[in-house]
């Protein structure tokens, strides 16, 4: 169960943060933090990622629901099985991020998202993440690489 434990801890941390961020922020306000390595500010996702589809908020949420849905279906079966713990705990961390974001669509019809990195790249500076988008970018790097060892294994 500890699986569980991770994705729950995945979610309520970024919960958190995303409500300090709501309340005590001004909406594209920039703040650099961390000898200015990291911008922090307030911005509002209607779409999904790069706020793809943010005029079709109800289209980008009902299809985020049957995705969440469906990963968490996958996600309880899995955690049934022996063995497995990479693929595991990839899927805790898409699960525990995708969660969290869904709860901001649902709840507020956009995803707070609050943090990017001050680079050269304007395009790369430009992009405002939440923890939560980590969280699902690395469980499914997890996923891939479980699933490319699994293949070799198989061979």
């Known amino acids: 169960m500890i699986f569980l434990f991770i ?25 650099l933090i961390l000898k ?3 911008i922090v500010q307030k911005v509002y996702n209607k779409g999904m990622m790069f ?5 079709k908020t109800e289209l980008v949420t009902g299809l985020t629901v049957i995705i969440f849905l469906t ?3 996958g996600f309880i079966y899995l955690l049934f099985k022996k063995g497995h713990g990479a693929l595991k705990l990839g899927t805790s961390l898409v ?16 995803v707070v998202d609050y943090f990017s990195f001050n680079t050269k790249v304007k395009k790369i500076r430009q992009i405002v993440f939440n923890l939560s988008d980590w969280f699902i970018f690395i469980g499914v790097v997890i996923i891939f690489i479980s699933k490319l060892k699994k293949i070799k294994e198989s061979k």
């Open 7 to 31: 994705a729950t801890i995945v979610f309520v941390a970024d919960f958190i943060i995303k409500d300090y961020i709501d309340r005590n922020k001004k909406e594209n306000t920039p703040e």
């Open 36 to 38: 200015d390595k990291v």
């Open 51 to 55: 706020n793809l589809g943010e005029e």
């Open 71 to 73: 990963s968490l279906a």
């Open 95 to 110: 699960i525990g991020g995708a969660a969290s974001n869904l709860y901001d669509r649902l709840m507020k019809q956009k």
